[in-house]
């Protein structure tokens, strides 16, 4: 019994303290790893970012209800405190934790729905610092300090609240709607449309310096940030958009998307939107010297009174909070909107020229051809830094995840507890490197759709172009023997299909055994340079299957029963599988289980294309309702009657439009959702698609009636304002 009371006194007389340190050190926590989320798609970073979010704002909360408890005790003197002044003092730091940094507002786009809420608990947090103040009168020399702590914590507190708000849906939306309707960011006396026609109508392509990049992208995000609302667009903009984009190489084009959606990241997930501006610079410096002049009257006072470790952790407090301060300045200065907002003029102001030299506007932000680096080296770290997304494509392989399946049992009990998908993520999703090959081909694909729908002169047929899922590239291919694998399936199944095509294509290429060709590289031949659509075909494969499976909500305009289908076609091959699994090489494994499942048709059909068209309609009335095995089947054999190189073509093109037509079908609030997590190529596909003249994104049919209707809903909502 006595060590329970000894126990629970050392708590009483610490629990404060240790849980005030660990507020103040979430908060550098989360100051300095919070734009790596942006950067990486590990959960490695994501989770403990998640926790650290949350135990933020809980152990803030707990502290002040520990002051204002230990306030209540002090009135019979049997608090382990002796002091009320000190916690008063110490309640309006909780205050600035709970404002949280710049760096993080919502960690999900969901929270900024949450703004009510939080104006509520500004109003109780308030309430309960100030009854803890009052409570510390008569004797309460910390009086002037703990005034200015509460100024600035206020002002904090303030600012998350209100970027949450601009960054929630009806406010962002409404703010769009509101606004100037022509873009009025002006460069070098330009309007951005007027700066835009300009670059277009250029006659040829230059490479674009890296402020340039940034220039261009802001210009951009202004024109285009109703995206995110699905806002629509006129057909000048459209039309100015695609110009430009034209005459961009594959990786300008690509960096000033990234850039782009960099912007978007921070208006909803930071506190750029309040701190940007005149009136959050000022509120910056006004909170600074705040805290600055509450530590210097703290330093001044007599402190005889209060006990040494209490000392300690209130100049933690206060050092730390300049701290903060300081790092969320320099971050801010150096950041893309400071760039762009000191670059709008050819004939700055002395002052401005001076910011320009010393923040180095003009700085390299992507070095060129710079080497691999080493693992925990600088290069490393400035190799992430650098990153505007995870540059990363996440692998999911429906083959490897039947070869390696869970036991019965061990399923079941993840399951109970919801556990499935987030161990599938962990044990069967990989990660690699997004490749500028892959980047390359993809925005060559992107400009020969775009120039395929100038070509038609009725707009409604020039949609049909962006919403070919495969069909397509098969028709200009001359491959129509490959159309029913597309047209008489829906996207899911022909998805499904192509992927396990796909991957019995890749493991039962005998021509690539013997040269030893590397998926996803561009090789060297006797003839220049040969791009490797096998090994990037198969990552662009194993991508969409993992937006199928892993990203759902991504896909779920497009999907309909694709997981269904996908854990029947499973079943299907693990039972499959089982007779196969003697060899311990992983390569050799899944040769052996594509060779099983190529297997399962008849090579007698494919020497009669009445035959095999029987059987292929045979299998789809069947497979309504099962797994796609054998139709993949059919598909892979099929593909490969065809020469190699052209079937890995094919292929690598069929996947590029089966991305851009997930892309453009997925919703923008997802997108938006995404770029939380290190973004997803799709999301940059389908910024660029947007770039490049979608017809769902801008007015431009008659047809469109429901479009039309948004517009002139826009249009009242302007005029009855300006009323």
């Not at 292929?616 to 497979?623: P, S």
């Amino acid at each position: 019994m006595v060590n329970v009371s000894f126990w629970k006194q050392l708590w009483e007389t610490w629990d404060l303290r240790i849980m005030i340190l660990l507020s103040h050190f979430l908060q550098i926590y989360l100051i300095f790893s919070a734009p790596l989320r942006k950067r990486m798609s590990t959960p490695y970073i994501f989770v403990p970012m998640w926790l650290a979010y949350l135990l933020a704002d809980i152990t803030a909360n707990f502290a002040l209800g520990l002051i204002s408890k230990s306030q209540w005790s002090r009135r019979d003197k049997s608090g382990p405190f002796a002091n009320p002044a000190l916690l008063a003092f110490w309640a309006p730091f909780l205050l600035i934790y709970l404002g949280g940094p710049d760096t993080i507002t919502a960690l999900v786009l969901e929270d900024n729905e949450l703004w009510l809420r939080l104006l509520l608990g500004l109003g109780f947090q308030c309430w309960a610092v100030a009854y803890a103040f009052f409570e510390s009168f008569p004797n309460h020399n910390l009086w002037l300090p703990t005034v200015l702590i509460f100024i600035a914590g206020l002002i904090k507190y303030t600012e998350r609240t209100r970027a949450l708000y601009l960054a929630s849906s009806r406010p962002f939306r409404n703010s769009l709607l509101l606004s100037d309707p022509s873009p009025m960011y002006k460069y070098s006396g330009q309007t951005i449309m007027d700066f835009f026609e300009t670059e277009a109508e250029s006659p040829s392509i230059r490479a674009l310096s890296d402020l340039r990049v940034v220039q261009c992208a802001y210009g951009f995000f202004e024109i285009f940030k109703g995206l995110i609302t699905d806002l629509i667009f006129s057909f000048g903009e459209r039309s100015l958009s695609r110009k430009y984009f034209l005459k961009r190489s594959a990786r300008d084009a690509f960096l000033v998307v990234e850039v782009e959606l960099n912007f978007f990241y921070e208006i909803l997930y930071t506190k750029v939107g309040v701190v940007q501006g005149k009136l959050g610079y000022f509120l910056r410096f006004i909170s600074f010297s705040l805290t600055s002049a509450a530590s210097v009257v703290f330093y001044m006072l007599e402190k005889s009174k209060f006990e040494t470790i209490d000392i300690v952790i209130t100049y933690i407090l206060l050092l730390g909070a300049i701290a903060l301060d300081a790092i969320a300045f320099v971050m801010v200065v150096f950041s893309d909107w400071t760039s762009v907002a000191l670059t709008t003029s050819d004939f700055p102001s002395p002052i401005v020229q001076f910011l320009r030299t010393i923040l180095n506007v003009n700085r390299k932000r992507w070095p060129e051809n710079s080497k691999k680096p080493r693992c925990f080296s600088f290069g490393m770290i400035m190799n992430i830094v650098r990153r505007r997304w995870s540059e990363s494509l996440s692998q999911y392989n429906l083959i490897s995840y039947c070869l390696h399946p869970r036991s019965d049992r061990w399923e079941k009990i993840i399951g109970f507890f919801g556990l499935t998908n987030m161990l599938d993520g962990v044990k069967y999703v990989k990660t690699v490197e997004f490749t500028t090959d892959l980047r390359d081909l993809i925005f060559e694909e992107l400009k020969m759709k775009c120039e395929a729908s100038d070509l038609v002169e009725d707009l409604d047929m020039a949609k049909k172009v962006y919403e070919a899922r495969g069909d397509m590239v098969l028709r200009s291919e001359g491959c129509n023997d490959l159309l029913p694998w597309v047209e008489k399936f829906d996207f899911d199944d022909s998805l499904l299909q192509w992927h396990i095509a796909t991957e019995l294509c890749f493991n039962t290429d005998e021509a690539s055994k013997v040269n030893n060709i590397e998926g996803g590289n561009i090789r060297n031949t006797e003839n220049g340079q040969e791009k490797d659509f096998r090994g990037l075909s198969s990552l662009l494969s194993d991508y969409m299957v993992y937006l199928l499976i892993m990203q759902s909500t991504m896909m779920s305009t497009v999907a309909g029963i694709g997981e269904i289908r996908f854990r029947d076609t499973c079943a299907d091959a693990k039972e499959l599988f089982r007779t196969i699994k003697t060899d311990k090489e992983q390569h050799r494994l899944q040769e052996k289980a594509c060779e099983s499942i190529l297997n399962l048709t008849d090579e007698s059909l494919f020497s009669n294309d009445a035959l095999l068209t029987k059987k292929l309609q045979d299998v789809i009335d069947k497979e309504r309702d099962k797994s796609v095995l054998i139709s993949a089947a059919l598909l892979a054999k099929k593909l490969k009657e065809k020469e190699r190189k052209k079937m890995w073509e094919v292929i690598f093109k069929v996947w590029v439009e089966l991305l851009c037509y997930a892309a453009c079908r997925c919703r923008a609030y997802t997108h938006g959702a995404q770029l939380s997590k290190g973004g997803q190529l799709i999301t940059l596909v389908w910024l660029l698609m947007t770039h490049l003249g979608i017809p769902n994104q801008f007015q431009i049919s008659a047809a469109s009636g429901a479009k039309e209707q948004i517009l002139q809903e826009q249009i009242l909502q302007e005029a009855w304002y300006n009323l």
